[in-house]
């Protein structure tokens, strides 16, 4: 399944992963390769390069940075025009503020002359002015905050987008690094000891009872089969629906504007490099992975750490609150969904995270465009 279903709208989440070989030559996959991570990275990105404009999605993170870094080196080397990021930059979400790095990367690497710095207040919202945009002309799909992306493809348009998109799977994975000490491991265990662990009607209060029971029962037994080591983490993520279904909406968006996306953290090649240099490791931190990728050839503040960003509070605005507190309680699935449990809910702000499938859903079923995208399939509960 290409696209999200109602059933992963209703609950929140995007589960499955596919069976070893079931795509051995889709564009998700690992490639064995002789290359290091950062030359394989280096011929990633060579063809967004030469299909200008080039635009980045540059957040400031570690990952946007990474891949903003190694353009501008190959851009320079190849004697190309640099890369051009582009910056969202946020009121009123604190928690997403990363204004110092973006500036000290940039800066760094001397590409100020061309950056591009976009601003929202409610403009990203769920239901905000662009997410309205988005969702008339290619109905709901995932991520929920795809719609972020949509500004910047249309400025790309004719020419390429590079992204840093699946380094939270490649890079970082799920689980914590191993315990450093006999005495962390030992905290580590009180504390799962003491910690409470919420029934699935608890953590999906607006679901009926057996869709809770299920998708809680799916997600955790996704989260535990995570492996451990770094070449299985890696095969396994490729293959997971939630990472495929992401890069195939986006990769609609981008075709729908004659524009080349490529995520180099995503490549095949990319992903066999970096399992050829570490690919016996268990439970690598994104960290160390990083300071092997840069082998000593990136500036050091582009993998130096720094605060992990959270998003939430973007796309959470006016908007979303007032169509919630207006919605009258129609048109949802009530074999998956409880209506007025979701009302309940959505009398609360903020609003769950896993709930924002359903606003953009609601919104579209009342705010219908003059022609309809294509259907999202339903999915039955199962047993």
Known sequence: MRWPTQYDLATGLVTGVAPPGAAENGPLRVVPTTLSPLAALEAAVLPALRRPPCLISFSGGLDSSVVLAVAVRVARR???????????????????????WQDEIVRV????????????????????????????????????????????????????????????????????????????????LRAAVRRHRPAATEVFPWLRPRAARHVHRAYRAEERAEPVRLDERVAWHLRRRDLRTSVACFTRVADAHDVRLVQPLLDPVFAGALVGWAGRRRRPTRAELLAGIAAGELPAPVTAARRKAHFLAVFLRRPTRDFVQHWDGHGVDEDV???????????????????AGLVQHLWLRQNPPASSPWPTPHMEVSS
Do not use: K, M
């Not at 190849?78 to 110092?100: H, I, K, M, N």
């Not at 969904?337 to 709930?355: F, G, K, N, Q």
């Open 78 to 100: 190849e004697g190309l025009p640099d890369p051009v990021p582009v910056t969202w930059r946020f009121t009123g979400a604190p928690r997403a503020y990363e204004s110092p």
């Open 337 to 355: 969904v409880d209506p007025a449990a979701l009302r309940e809910v959505w009398s609360r702000w903020p609003i769950p995270e896993c709930t």
């Open 109 to 188: 690497l001397d590409v100020g002359r061309d950056w591009q710095i976009l601003t929202a207040e409610d403009d990203l919202d769920l239901v905000g002015p662009v997410a309205r945009r988005f969702l008339h002309r290619f109905g709901v799909l995932h991520p929920l905050n795809l719609h972020l992306h949509l500004p910047i493809v249309e400025l790309a348009a004719g020419g390429s987008l590079l992204t840093g998109g699946g380094g939270d799977q490649i890079l970082a994975g799920w689980r914590r690094p191993a315990p450093a000490s006999l005495r962390e491991a030992a905290g580590r």
